[in-house]
């Protein structure tokens, strides 16, 4: 037989059942094994019981509350990235950068050809 808490924590879930022979603590309901409790997992805990003294009868979903607690989850955060995407990356940047070096290198070139060729013209 299992045993569930009576009252529900601060953000409406309800911890694991738990496994007991004997009579429930204080605070606790027995869960009998002939009630179907699938809804207590579909659920993650967030169920609202129905007791007859302290025996559960029904249990349902609280899908305002399970709702309420994804909302109060904070967002997953992305993995930081692995080594090899992050060399990856920097080879990608590092033959960008090459190539406009090169195009700067050329660049200064032609210019450099642009300024002897009116050198010749001015002081010929």
């Given amino acids: 037989m299992n045993i569930i808490q009576i009252n529900a924590n601060e953000n409406g879930g309800r911890p694991p059942m738990q496994s007991l022979h004997g009579a429930p603590p204080a605070g606790y309901a027995l869960v009998p094994d ?6 207590f997992y ?3 805990g967030f169920v609202t019981l129905e007791l007859d003294g302290s025996t559960v009868t029904a249990m349902t979903g609280n899908q305002e509350a399970l709702d309420d607690y994804k909302a109060s989850l904070p967002e997953p955060v992305e993995p930081p990235p692995t080594t090899e995407e992050r ?3 920097l080879e990608n940047e590092n033959a960008m950068l090459k190539a ?4 700067q290198s050329d660049q200064m070139d032609f210019y450099e050809d642009c300024i002897a060729e009116m050198a010749t013209v001015v002081y010929a």
């Fill in 34 to 39: 002939t009630l179907d409790t699938s809804v």
């Fill in 42 to 44: 579909n659920f993650m």
């Fill in 87 to 89: 060399v990856a990356a």
């Fill in 100 to 103: 406009q070096v090169s195009a």
